[in-house]
Every structure is written in C-alpha cells, then in structure tokens.
C-alpha cells in the first residue's frame, strides 16, 4: 500500500506571495491532519480534516487554511507569506472515526522557505 | 503552542547499548504513539499504545503505557547506528488533534 504522499517537496517563496501544498493520504485513510515543524517551536497542529469537514484546528492564524476533498485528499494555503513561514510542512492520514483520530502515519513533508 | 515533555533531550551512547527515554504530560491520554525521524523526512511511527499499563513491542523497541495515563516510556535494546535519528512521542489532548514531544536526539557512538 502507498504511503502518504506530499507535493512538492521543496519550495521557495518571497515574503507577501501565497503557497499551495497538497497531501494524499493512505488508500482508505479519511482523517488527514497538517503540522508545522520548526526548531524552534517543534511539531506544532495546524489542522484535521475527515470527509471534507474541519474538525479541529490549532493555533495559527487565519493566513493559514485547508481544505479536503471527496477522495481524501487535502490541500493547505498559506497566504501573504512571512519569514516566520519557514518551516517543514507535515501531513499525516489515519483511519478517522467518530470521537478517534486513531494512529497517524506521515509524509515526507514540504520544505517550505520563504525569502 | 501545547507539548509535551520528553527526557532526555538528547544522548550519545555506544553501539550495543540500551536506551531508555520518558514522555510526560500535564493531562491523561487515552494513547500514546511514537515516532522517529530522521533529517528532512517525515516521522516515522514506531509503536502505538491504548491502554494503561500496556506493554508494547516492535524488535529491538519496546514502550509502555504509564499506569497514570500522563507518562510513557520507550526503550531500544542493543542500539545500533541506524537507530540515530530523533525520537517523539505524542498523545492527544483532546479529540482529533494529537500533540508532540520535544523530541530525544539519540546518537550513537559506533
């Protein structure tokens, strides 16, 4: 079974510009969650998603949205771009469920650095 | 943002030793997972916990689910250099979202 995949894989931006990155999850896996991972702030939750509705969101600001569609697939849009941007964007897909998150299994990210 | 607190946080060991390593947090979780990943690719998981008190092995890996519900444990037997690399832990603090460590870098000295 494929694993999850991200795309691209690296990415370069200017400072104001807005960036599209698109994760597909395991074959059957409904539940797709991005995280944001610095050295400084570590593994931090952006947002979860399972048949195309937000279920739980973290503690970023509005700049930074997703989106889920029929087949799974998610997609997160980061606008007006900051240095602070900079960072290893992660996807993880699991199962999904009512009330459960399961375990998580994720891609390769995208290394996401803004100029 | 919310983590969770791992020991230690980093170590350097010889080839052929055991590590040991904690995860602790302020809430009770109903699971534990844990991760290693190694530079500029994704977390890879390793072992996943649901019960209190379980006992979790995959090879040379074992973890525990602490008794508290707000601690878990991961040990390696018999390290070797593969083993390298950054370990998490995560538990969910709520439901749908899932929060990490700070990580333990483990290198080995071969």
């Known amino acids: 079974k494929a694993g999850v995949t991200q795309t691209p894989r690296y990415l370069i931006k200017t400072r104001g510009q807005q960036v599209t990155l698109s994760c597909s999850p395991i074959?059957?896996?409904?539940?797709v969650s991005w995280y944001q991972q610095t050295p400084g702030q570590g593994l931090q939750f952006l947002f979860e998603?399972?048949?195309?509705?937000?279920?739980n969101k973290g503690n970023f600001p509005g700049r930074f949205s997703g989106r889920q569609f029929s087949n799974s697939r998610s997609e997160m849009n980061v606008s007006t771009l900051e240095l602070g941007d900079s960072a290893l964007y992660l996807c993880a897909s699991s199962l999904g469920g009512t009330g459960v998150l399961n375990e998580q299994y994720f891609g390769p990210g995208t290394r996401l650095t803004v100029t | 943002g919310q983590q969770l607190n791992q020991s230690p946080q980093s170590m350097f060991i010889q080839e052929g030793e055991d590590v040991s390593m904690n995860c602790t947090s302020s809430?009770?979780?109903?699971?534990w997972l844990w991760y290693k990943q190694d530079p500029g690719e994704g977390p890879v998981l390793l072992i996943a916990?649901?019960?209190?008190?379980e006992l979790t092995s995959n090879g040379r890996l074992t973890a525990q689910f602490g008794i508290t519900r707000k601690d878990s444990f991961l040990n390696i037997s018999a390290s070797i250099p593969s083993d390298v690399g950054i370990y998490f832990c995560?538990?969910?603090?709520?439901?749908?979202?899932?929060?990490f460590g700070t990580g333990t870098r483990l290198k080995v000295l071969a």
């Open positions: 809430s009770i979780f109903n699971t």
């Open positions: 074959s059957g896996h409904r539940s």
């Open positions: 995560a538990g969910p603090p709520g439901t749908y979202k899932y929060i």
């Open positions: 916990l649901y019960k209190a008190g």
């Open positions: 998603y399972f048949s195309e509705t937000q279920r």
